[in-house]
C-alpha cells in the first residue's frame, strides 16, 4: 500500500513557476515508478511525467518538455514536479501517482496508487 499527497498547487502567473509535492508513505517506495499526472475542467486526464525507483530515468510528455522537471528524493519519500515558464493551458488539478517498475508510457503499463489531486491556475 502506498499512500500519496500532493501539495504546493496555487495560482501563478503566465511565465511563472510552481513546486508541486507529492509525500509518499511505504517502506519501499524506491521501488516504485512515481508519476504525475492532469485533469483540465472538460478535458481528460492525461499524462505529464514520470520517473523511474532509482530516479535515472524520466518520461516527459511533448507538451511539457522543456518546462517542467521531475525528480524524487527517496529518502524522504517524496517526488516533485517543477514547472517552469508556465502558460494558461497548464491549468489543472495535477495528480501523483505511484506504479510498479516498468515503463510508464508503455500501453498496458498502470498506475495502481493515486493522490487527491493539487489544483494549479495559470492566469494570463
Known amino acids: 500500500q502506498v499512500q500519496l499527497v500532493e501539495s504546493g498547487g496555487g495560482l501563478v502567473q503566465a511565465g511563472g513557476s510552481l513546486r508541486l509535492s507529492c509525500a509518499a508513505s511505504?517502506?519501499?517506495?524506491?521501488?516504485?515508478?512515481m508519476g504525475w499526472f492532469r485533469q483540465a475542467p472538460g478535458k481528460e486526464r492525461e499524462f505529464v511525467a514520470a520517473?523511474?525507483?532509482?530516479?535515472?530515468?524520466?518520461w516527459y510528455a511533448d507538451s511539457v518538455k522543456g518546462r517542467f522537471t521531475i525528480s524524487r528524493d527517496n529518502a524522504k519519500t517524496a517526488v516533485y514536479l517543477q514547472m517552469d515558464s508556465l502558460k494558461p493551458e497548464d491549468t489543472a488539478d495535477y495528480y501523483c501517482?505511484?506504479?510498479?517498475?516498468?515503463?510508464?508510457?508503455?500501453?498496458?503499463?498502470?498506475?495502481?496508487?493515486w493522490g487527491q489531486g493539487t489544483q494549479v491556475t495559470v492566469s494570463s
Open positions: 520517473i523511474s525507483g532509482t530516479g535515472g530515468r524520466t
Open positions: 501517482a505511484a506504479g510498479p517498475p516498468g515503463t510508464p508510457t508503455g500501453p498496458r503499463y498502470q498506475f495502481g496508487y
Open positions: 511505504g517502506r519501499t517506495f524506491n521501488n516504485y515508478v
